[in-house]
């Protein structure tokens, strides 16, 4: 989202006063969930599904605003900084060089060190937070290259080297533990304030880590790697409609035997983590605990790849038995086969409908579990995802006759086809399924120039920004309308 703080004039958009004007815009919209994607730290391809820690947080999403109110920063330092002009797209490269040198240079005046509440943070989140730090440390020291390319001693995590590392890179250790600090202390203050106002944050985690994290590095009996701690194996998809090649992610894959062996603790620790800081959490690519493909390490497409069986339901009792009941959303699409939906079944999680999947033959799911008419209320409808085209460019490039398909089933010939993808909207709210998710492209009727990503590319992606001109009462007093009509409203 974009305002007129320093933040979001010239950044990606963070946890300053706009956000929280956000917030009131959705409550009186009627709005009771905020889905978001994962908050951690980007790394290749500036994917939020690619990220150094799975537990860290994204420092660009640090309030330049309160650093000045605190005043470890000036108003006029931020003013100076070029962030890029264009409203509607994130620069990453600038939001790189220019947040990074403000949030160094409050570092620098922050006293940090003598922080009561700083030094209770660091103790409290060691378990993870040490060797994050001390990751994106030597990670610049080695002039940003992927720990697997780093001297032996450091990559395979050898005592002296740790120990050296430490003492030679303690500022810059604590400066990352900074980052973090500051991070968490504002997203927990955001989060409240959207929890005070009824409205719940659906978080999102990838199911897998990146290989160049501080996960993988420390862990590395947890993944599929050699003695030298390369992979032998990653993760993607097959071939599909989509991808005539399959995508290949090259995340490390799981070693399932060594977690069950600690009766999954490592995953037990995350979701409990997740729940830290989110009210729901979706959980992305599900059927990969049914089935996970493998791709043998430096292929150059996925078509190489074969399945191999994940924990199943073994590791949800688990998670239950440690967490007790918690509210999970299943990421269930792509391929579905019976074991899928019975592992969906059997956990109890709502799975996800996407309507732009009932009518496109590139989808390679059953089509009639798409239709709203057959949604069951333990489902998440949504009109796309963040890896689908908005949901107006998607009705321009499918076929004549898929076109003939969608006119058919909303029995409407005479909408306009620039207004249908109302329609198509109050069509899944109206639908059994407990909750409806409407991406805000969607909402707006942004074509393709605001789609969030395309899988299997890079360099274009994650880039759109909400503007705040975008948010307006009309569309505001749209949705909330719709959202009373069809039972949805926000009372809280």
Known sequence: ????????VLGSGCFSQEAYDFVDWLKEAGQTYWQILPLGVTSYGDSHYQSFSAF???????????????????AAECKKANFGRKADDIDYS???????????????????????????????????LDDFALFMAVKDRFEGKPWIEWTEDIRLRWQPAMDYYRRELYFEVEYHKYLQFKFDEQWRKLKAYANSKGIQIIGDIPIYVALDSADAWANPGLFQLDKDNIPTAVAGVPTDGFS???????????????????????????????????????????RGFDEYFSIPYGSETAVDG????????????????????????AEDLGYMSDTVRQLVRDSGFPGMKVL????????TGSASDYLPHNYPVNSVAYTGT????????????????????????????ATPDEQLYKNMIALILRSAAARCIIPMQDWL????????????????????????????????????????????????
């Not at 963040?386 to 003939?404: G, K």
């Open 1 to 8: 989202m974009r305002g007129e703080g320093y933040d979001l």
């Open 56 to 74: 860290a947080g994204n420092p660009y999403f640090i309030s330049l605003d309160a650093l000045v109110e605190e005043g470890v920063l000036t």
């Open 94 to 128: 600038r939001l790189y060089t220019e947040r990074g040198r403000l949030l160094r240079l409050a570092y620098s005046r922050s006293d940090i060190g003598h922080n009561e509440a700083f030094t209770a943070f660091c103790e409290k989140n060691k378990w993870w």
């Open 244 to 286: 005539p090649t399959g995508q290949l992610w090259g995340n490390p894959l799981y070693r399932w035997e060594a977690h069950r062996a600690t009766g999954y603790q490592w995953w037990i620790t995350r979701l409990w983590y997740c729940f830290e800081l989110y009210d729901v959490v979706r959980i992305d690519h599900f």
């Open 306 to 329: 074969h399945w191999e069986k994940g924990p199943g339901i073994e590791l949800f009792r688990a998670v239950e038995q440690a967490l007790g009941k918690r509210e999970i959303i």
């Open 356 to 363: 732009e999947f009932a009518f496109d033959s590139r989808d």
């Open 386 to 413: 963040h890896d689908n085209e908005t949901l107006v460019s998607w009705y321009q490039t499918i076929s004549d006759a898929e076109r003939a398909m969608v006119r058919d089933y909303l029995y409407d010939y």
């Open 445 to 492: 009727g942004l074509d393709n120039a605001a789609r969030t990503n395309k899988p299997s590319t890079v360099g274009q992606n994650w880039r759109w920004r909400l503007k705040k001109t975008q948010l307006t009462k009309k569309l505001q007093k749209e949705i909330c309308q719709l959202t009373t009509r069809y039972g949805r409203m926000n009372w809280a």
